[in-house]
């Protein structure tokens, strides 16, 4: 059975009406997987033998009539995540061996709703990364070209869920981390408000930045996951016990009227003129369709990067110091170079004599980011941007500076700065490459992002020159 | 050349919650199986997240505002980075700039029995605040093992000024701080099992002198109130010996060993370690509210009676009529100190003088549960033990068969000579005490005699 167009609401439907069984969906996940992934080494571990096992106690439950929300299809989870008794390496060596005691929160909560996990998807180790290329295992490929990244660091799960090898996967979006490989790979990415979703069992990186998300094929599907893994969470000091709406309550409600801001300052020259080009048509789709464009400025929005790159390799370097080897995974030499780069640079922020002019400095840049969002949202709805400044890179073409690849997030990680959230959402096509068109709404507005999402990919329709190639 | 010493004091103490600081792990770790009491939370497993533990929390404001300090109403917490075995993160969860309590005070007494002296002290306290305990480690030939049962166990450090300037006045703090935190019922503080540890920092001026020291020592393994004023004394003459030769004493980390009674040098104390201390990102900042603060400062107010310190309770008892030394003893004993509240039950319902004397008198013979126990039989009406004989009793089977059996003694009372009744006293009271009250046996003698 084809795979490749279906959605996690469409595979739903043809379960419900038993067109299909669970154990079909599991095993053509699986045969897909057999049959592509060598190419495109998305997966790190399938974990074939329990997917199948929850497949058949899938298909009593729908049998029975007593199906959950999310029963019997088949998604992947970030090697990030924690998942009992499966291997867990967040794609690095020094959690060779590791089996986790426990699931993540997001992981219970997706198992519960009968969802399957088909495989530990493949990812940048540790989440450093914006292609996929600082993986200990070798990198995740764009499903539309092998020879180019799927972007990062959620590269496993986008590849996975562009080809047709799951139906959704899970991600983390520290810095752009879900967005980007989204935009790559003409999938839908979501990022929360920062303390919508548990990050509890999920492998840290920047604490104070880290967002649960996922990767998935249509705006609705992702307001579905989205239902499941939002939630305060008693182990999670940081998750916010704001309500969790019915996200799919949210999806083809009009749009006109909406005021849509265009951020002033990420209108440079830096945008490759064919991304430039989709995301103009977009906005004009959006004008057509009754939005009010308005341009607006977010004065120190153009600091994020910097004070992103004292931040976030601090935490990181606090959060990487449990790995020892002591107590699980092996030691510490076995971390790759960019892990080491963010450690030591993190560590250095941090140091005594250094941490007001870094750390502290940084800490007070980011409280203003954050005011420039909630400022622009009382003039506007939504904020609208490219989500990445090119098309998707080739592989090797930026791994030799990593500069140039932390400028790839340019237009991603302010908003893990100021913690609001924000989706990409396929826009059209360059050269046979995908581009993606960011939206960003107020804290724990998530249900925005779904309504002006939906709408778009219902005005977009099909996106012609975009061909898999696997 | 006169010397001084300057002291000041860290003390851990370990709160006796029933879970630990950021986990639900049961935080009663002594004696347990090793690695027992743990989860993915205390063992830093990938992806655990830390959740304060609101109870400690609550105990640690009432151990400052016990202390008198000022409650910082916004707090925190921050990361303090090390690398060791027993510190699964990596890091610990502590309390850097914006600690529960600040600016605080104890007053305590300096109690010399021989000379039945007190002198008056107070003991700054710069700050408390709460932290997580580390794993335990134990070296076995050439390898050591780690224990996580104690990882993550809430602990409280309280830091003083370096207002302490003899081994009397800390033991005296010491004892008083011990008394202070066990009457909150938040810790067992019991030094030997390591829910109270202790580190003074130990440096000697010129008197005169009005700088700090530029060296301190700190002296760690102090097992007890006592090593720990020995402790003190040893530093303090080695400081002077080198003082004296125009050296300055090597700022560093020494042991005490209590077998040979001296302190070894361990480590060399740099400029203070680096750790790296920055905010703690998954916990919120923590506001105290008006209410909680309120509860905290109820607590406090009700199991800390400020007013019933020794020389409030010295004075109340000179005013019930009790002698001066053993109003003196009961005031100012550590061990009585807490059985005061027992003691001040008989001055308030015991109206007879004389009785108050016999029952305070009592108080101090009897160890303390029996003496629970002979305050039970205490019947307030009569003013006596109703375990006592009665009178009638006491006369037909004791005192009358006495007078029967040395007629000869009978003879030469009723001659004239009442000095023969100190003769029976002794041996009656041999049988009788316990029975009776002293007081009554020669008053029921004489009437015996009178028949």
Same mark, same amino acid.
């Given at each position: 059975?084809?795979?490749?167009?279906?959605?996690?609401?469409?595979?739903?439907?043809?379960?419900?009406?038993?067109?299909?069984?669970?154990?079909?969906?599991?095993?053509?996940?699986?045969?897909? *997987?057999?049959?592509?992934?060598?190419?495109?080494?998305?997966?790190?571990?399938?974990?074939?033998?329990?997917?199948?096992?929850?497949?058949?106690?899938?298909?009593?439950?729908? +049998?029975?009539?007593?199906?959950?929300?999310?029963?019997?299809?088949?998604?992947?989870?970030?090697?990030?995540?924690?998942?009992?008794?499966?291997?867990?390496?967040?794609?690095?060596?020094?959690?060779?061996?590791?089996?986790?005691?426990?699931?993540?929160?997001?992981?219970?909560?997706?198992?519960?709703?009968?969802?399957?996990?088909?495989?530990?998807?493949?990812?940048?180790?540790? &989440?450093?990364?914006?292609?996929?290329?600082?993986?200990?295992?070798?990198?995740?490929?764009?499903?539309?070209?092998?020879?180019?990244?799927?972007?990062?660091?959620?590269?496993?799960?986008?590849?996975?869920?562009?080809?047709?090898?799951?139906?959704?996967?899970?991600?983390?979006?520290?810095?752009?981390?879900?967005?980007?490989?989204?935009?790559?790979?003409?999938?839908?990415?979501?990022?929360?408000?920062?303390?919508?979703?548990?990050?509890?069992?999920?492998?840290?990186?920047?604490?104070?930045?880290?967002?649960?998300?996922?990767?998935?094929?249509?705006?609705?599907?992702?307001?579905?996951?989205?239902?499941?893994?939002?939630?305060?969470?008693?182990?999670?000091?940081?998750?916010?016990?704001?309500?969790?709406?019915?996200?799919?309550?949210?999806?083809?409600?009009?749009?006109?009227?909406?005021? !849509?801001?265009?951020?002033?300052?990420?209108?440079?020259?830096?945008?490759?003129?064919?991304?430039?080009?989709?995301?103009?048509?977009?906005?004009?789709?959006?004008?057509?369709?009754?939005?009010?464009? =308005?341009?607006?400025?977010?004065?120190?929005?153009?600091?994020?990067?910097?004070?992103?790159?004292?931040?976030?390799?601090?935490?990181?370097?606090?959060?990487?110091?449990?790995?020892?080897?002591?107590?699980?995974?092996?030691?510490?030499?076995?971390?790759?170079?960019?892990?080491?780069?963010?450690?030591?640079?993190?560590?250095?922020?941090?140091?005594?004599?250094?941490?007001?002019?870094?750390?502290?400095?940084?800490?007070?840049?980011?409280?203003?980011?954050?005011?420039?969002?909630?400022?622009?949202?009382?003039?506007?709805?939504?904020?609208?941007?490219?989500?990445?400044?090119?098309?998707?890179?080739?592989?090797?073409?930026?791994?030799?500076?990593?500069?140039?690849?932390?400028?790839?997030?340019?237009?991603?990680?302010?908003?893990?700065?100021?913690?609001?959230?924000?989706?990409?959402?396929?826009?059209?096509?360059?050269?046979?490459?995908?581009?993606? @068109?960011?939206? =960003?709404?107020?804290?724990?507005?998530?249900?925005?992002?779904?309504?002006?999402?939906?709408?778009?990919?219902?005005?977009?329709?099909?996106?012609?020159?975009?061909?898999?190639?696997? | 050349?006169?010397?001084?010493?300057?002291?000041?004091?860290?003390?851990?103490?370990?709160?006796?919650?029933?879970?630990?600081?950021?986990?639900?792990?049961?935080?009663?770790?002594?004696?347990?199986?090793?690695?027992?009491?743990?989860?993915?939370?205390?063992?830093?497993?990938?992806?655990?997240?830390?959740?304060?533990?609101?109870?400690?929390?609550?105990?640690?404001?009432? =151990?400052?505002?016990?202390?008198?300090?000022?409650?910082?109403?916004?707090?925190?917490?921050?990361?303090?980075?090390?690398?060791?075995?027993?510190?699964?993160?990596?890091?610990?969860?502590?309390?850097?700039?914006?600690?529960?309590?600040?600016?605080?005070?104890?007053?305590?007494?300096?109690?010399?029995?021989?000379?039945?002296?007190?002198?008056?002290?107070?003991?700054?306290?710069?700050?408390?605040?709460?932290?997580?305990?580390?794993?335990?480690?134990?070296?076995?030939?050439?390898?050591?093992?780690?224990?996580?049962?104690?990882?993550?166990?809430?602990?409280?450090?309280?830091?003083?000024?370096?207002?302490?300037?003899?081994?009397?006045?800390?033991?005296?703090?010491?004892?008083?701080?011990?008394?202070?935190?066990?009457?909150?019922?938040?810790?067992?503080?019991?030094?030997?099992?390591?829910?109270?540890?202790?580190?003074?920092?130990?440096?000697?001026?010129?008197?005169?002198?009005?700088?700090?020291?530029?060296?301190?020592?700190?002296?760690?393994?102090?097992?007890?109130?006592?090593?720990?004023?020995?402790?003190?004394?040893?530093?303090?003459?080695?400081?002077?010996?080198?003082?004296?030769?125009?050296?300055?004493?090597?700022?560093?980390?020494?042991?005490?060993?209590?077998?040979?009674?001296?302190?070894?040098?361990?480590?060399?104390?740099?400029?203070?370690?680096?750790?790296?201390?920055?905010?703690?990102?998954? @916990?919120?900042? *923590?506001?105290?509210?008006?209410?909680?603060?309120?509860?905290?400062?109820?607590?406090?107010?009700?199991?800390? +009676?400020?007013?019933?310190?020794?020389?409030?309770?010295?004075?109340?008892? =000179?005013?019930?009529?009790?002698?001066?030394?053993?109003?003196?003893?009961?005031?100012?004993?550590?061990?009585?100190?807490?059985?005061?509240?027992?003691?001040?039950?008989?001055?308030?319902?015991?109206?007879?003088?004389? +009785?108050?004397?016999?029952? !305070?008198?009592?108080?101090?013979?009897?160890?303390?549960?029996?003496?629970?126990?002979?305050?039970?039989?205490?019947?307030?009406? +009569?003013?006596?033990?109703?375990?006592?004989?009665?009178?009638?009793? &006491?006369?037909?089977?004791?005192?009358?068969?006495?007078? *029967?059996?040395?007629?000869?003694?009978?003879?030469?009372?009723?001659?004239?000579?009442?000095?023969?009744?100190?003769?029976?006293?002794?041996?009656?009271?041999?049988?009788?005490?316990?029975?009776?009250?002293?007081?009554?046996?020669?008053?029921?003698?004489?009437?015996?005699?009178?028949?």
């Amino acid at each position: 059975m084809d795979f490749t167009n279906c959605t996690l609401t469409s595979a739903r439907d043809l379960l419900l009406k038993k067109e299909v069984t669970s154990v079909d969906l599991v095993q053509a996940s699986l045969d897909r *997987i057999h049959n592509i992934d060598k190419d495109l080494n998305a997966c790190l571990f399938i974990d074939s033998e329990n997917a199948l096992k929850k497949g058949k106690e899938s298909d009593v439950r729908y +049998q029975n009539g007593t199906q959950t929300k999310l029963d019997g299809l088949p998604i992947g989870y970030k090697d990030a995540f924690t998942t009992k008794g499966v291997p867990t390496t967040a794609a690095s060596k020094v959690l060779s061996g590791y089996i986790p005691p426990f699931s993540a929160t997001a992981v219970e909560r997706l198992d519960e709703a009968g969802a399957i996990g088909i495989a530990k998807m493949n990812m940048d180790a540790w &989440a450093h990364g914006s292609s996929g290329e600082n993986s200990d295992f070798g990198p995740a490929k764009n499903p539309y070209d092998l020879s180019r990244t799927p972007g990062g660091s959620s590269s496993g799960s986008a590849a996975a869920v562009a080809s047709g090898e799951v139906l959704a996967a899970t991600g983390t979006d520290t810095g752009g981390s879900i967005r980007l490989p989204a935009a790559f790979t003409n999938t839908v990415g979501l990022k929360p408000t920062y303390g919508r979703v548990s990050r509890y069992g999920i492998v840290a990186m920047g604490s104070s930045f880290d967002c649960i998300g996922h990767i998935t094929k249509t705006v609705a599907d992702s307001a579905l996951m989205l239902e499941v893994t939002a939630g305060f969470d008693p182990r999670d000091a940081t998750s916010s016990k704001t309500p969790v709406l019915e996200y799919t309550k949210y999806l083809d409600q009009p749009i006109t009227g909406t005021k !849509v801001g265009v951020i002033r300052e990420f209108m440079t020259d830096g945008i490759d003129e064919g991304v430039r080009e989709v995301f103009e048509k977009s906005l004009e789709l959006l004008k057509s369709n009754g939005c009010e464009i =308005i341009e607006i400025s977010l004065k120190n929005i153009l600091d994020s990067m910097a004070v992103y790159y004292v931040l976030v390799p601090a935490e990181v370097s606090s959060n990487l110091a449990r790995y020892t080897g002591v107590r699980y995974g092996i030691d510490r030499s076995h971390f790759s170079p960019e892990a080491k780069r963010r450690i030591m640079t993190g560590t250095f922020t941090l140091s005594s004599g250094y941490y007001d002019a870094y750390y502290g400095t940084a800490s007070k840049v980011r409280r203003l980011i954050r005011d420039d969002f909630v400022n622009a949202f009382k003039e506007v709805d939504i904020l609208v941007a490219p989500t990445s400044p090119t098309v998707p890179f080739k592989l090797g073409d930026k791994s030799a500076d990593p500069l140039q690849m932390y400028l790839s997030d340019i237009f991603v990680c302010p908003m893990n700065l100021a913690g609001v959230p924000a989706i990409s959402v396929p826009a059209g096509a360059v050269d046979g490459l995908p581009v993606g @068109i960011q939206f =960003i709404a107020p804290h724990f507005a998530e249900e925005k992002l779904f309504t002006i999402g939906s709408a778009f990919e219902r005005e977009r329709g099909e996106i012609k020159d975009l061909k898999i190639v696997v | 050349m006169k010397y001084e010493p300057i002291i000041g004091l860290e003390i851990h103490v370990e709160l006796c919650t029933q879970s630990k600081m950021f986990c639900s792990c049961g935080a009663d770790w002594f004696g347990k199986a090793p690695n027992t009491l743990t989860c993915p939370v205390c063992l830093a497993l990938p992806g655990a997240l830390p959740v304060p533990n609101e109870v400690a929390i609550e105990w640690a404001l009432r =151990i400052a505002r016990a202390l008198g300090c000022e409650v910082n109403r916004e707090s925190k917490f921050d990361r303090k980075h090390y690398f060791y075995p027993d510190l699964p993160k990596g890091y610990q969860i502590s309390q850097y700039d914006m600690p529960f309590g600040i600016n605080g005070k104890l007053d305590y007494s300096v109690v010399d029995f021989t000379k039945r002296e007190v002198t008056a002290c107070t003991g700054g306290i710069t700050r408390v605040h709460l932290e997580e305990d580390t794993g335990k480690l134990t070296h076995r030939g050439s390898e050591t093992l780690v224990d996580y049962n104690r990882a993550g166990v809430p602990l409280v450090e309280i830091v003083t000024e370096p207002d302490f300037h003899s081994s009397k006045q800390v033991k005296a703090f010491l004892e008083e701080l011990h008394a202070v935190i066990k009457q909150l019922g938040v810790s067992d503080v019991n030094m030997e099992q390591g829910s109270m540890r202790l580190e003074p920092n130990i440096s000697v001026r010129l008197v005169g002198e009005t700088e700090l020291p530029k060296y301190k020592v700190e002296v760690k393994n102090i097992n007890s109130f006592r090593y720990a004023a020995a402790a003190v004394e040893y530093e303090i003459a080695r400081h002077i010996e080198i003082l004296e030769e125009g050296e300055t004493p090597v700022q560093e980390t020494r042991g005490y060993a209590e077998d040979k009674k001296i302190t070894v040098s361990q480590r060399v104390k740099e400029d203070a370690h680096d750790y790296r201390y920055f905010p703690e990102p998954d @916990i919120p900042p *923590i506001h105290v509210s008006e209410e909680l603060l309120q509860r905290v400062c109820e607590e406090v107010d009700t199991h800390i +009676q400020p007013a019933k310190k020794a020389t409030a309770r010295y004075d109340s008892m =000179i005013g019930a009529g009790i002698p001066a030394t053993t109003a003196f003893q009961i005031a100012y004993s550590e061990e009585l100190q807490l059985l005061y509240s027992t003691v001040e039950k008989i001055l308030h319902t015991v109206e007879d003088s004389a +009785q108050r004397v016999f029952m !305070v008198n009592a108080f101090l013979n009897y160890p303390a549960t029996g003496f629970g126990k002979l305050l039970e039989q205490w019947d307030t009406k +009569q003013g006596e033990m109703s375990s006592y004989l009665s009178k009638e009793e &006491a006369i037909k089977d004791f005192i009358k068969p006495a007078l *029967i059996a040395d007629t000869e003694l009978v003879e030469k009372y009723k001659s004239g000579n009442v000095g023969v009744i100190n003769s029976l006293i002794g041996p009656l009271m041999g049988k009788l005490k316990g029975k009776i009250d002293p007081k009554n046996l020669r008053e029921w003698i004489e009437e015996e005699l009178k028949k």
